[in-house]
């Protein structure tokens, strides 16, 4: 099993889950979370003072996927998250190394 964490622009969340859900892919995690890349933020004036945001405000989803299904999963996420600008995201996949369904007991890929 693998996770992937998906870190977008929070306009491309209903965009990423509905492509997601076209695929079969239906459970996620979503947050809010704020960082930077080579965006290093961004100046914004309130009251007229100028000021630097350092974080820039983006989303986290997390799925867990079979192994075979990876691949089309980050496809997937990739090419709906995509605007083609900076600050796009960044798509992450680590090992899982055990699922348990809290309810039912049922483990591995049968958890998912």
């Given at each position: 099993?693998?996770?992937?964490?998906?870190?977008?622009?929070?306009?491309?969340?209903?965009?990423?889950?509905?492509?997601?859900?076209?695929?079969?892919?239906?459970?996620?995690?979503?947050?809010?979370?704020?960082?930077?890349?080579?965006?290093?933020?961004?100046?914004?004036?309130?009251?007229?003072?100028?000021?630097?945001?350092?974080?820039?405000?983006?989303?986290?989803?997390?799925?867990?996927?079979?192994?075979?299904r990876t691949e089309e999963a980050v496809t997937t996420i990739r090419d709906a998250a995509n605007?083609?600008?900076?600050?796009?995201?960044?798509?992450?996949?680590?090992?899982?190394?055990?699922?348990?369904?809290?309810?039912?007991?049922?483990?591995?890929?049968?958890?998912?």
């Open positions: 099993m693998k996770k992937i964490e998906a870190i977008i622009k929070p306009f491309k969340l209903d965009d990423v889950k509905e492509a997601l859900s076209e695929i079969g892919i239906y459970g996620m995690t979503v947050t809010e979370v704020n960082g930077y890349g080579r965006q290093k933020g961004h100046k914004e004036i309130y009251r007229g003072a100028e000021y630097v945001v350092d974080f820039v405000p983006k989303i986290k989803v997390e799925i867990v996927v079979n192994d075979d605007s083609g600008k900076i600050g796009d995201g960044k798509i992450f996949v680590l090992s899982v190394e055990q699922a348990i369904r809290v309810r039912t007991g049922e483990t591995g890929n049968e958890a998912l």
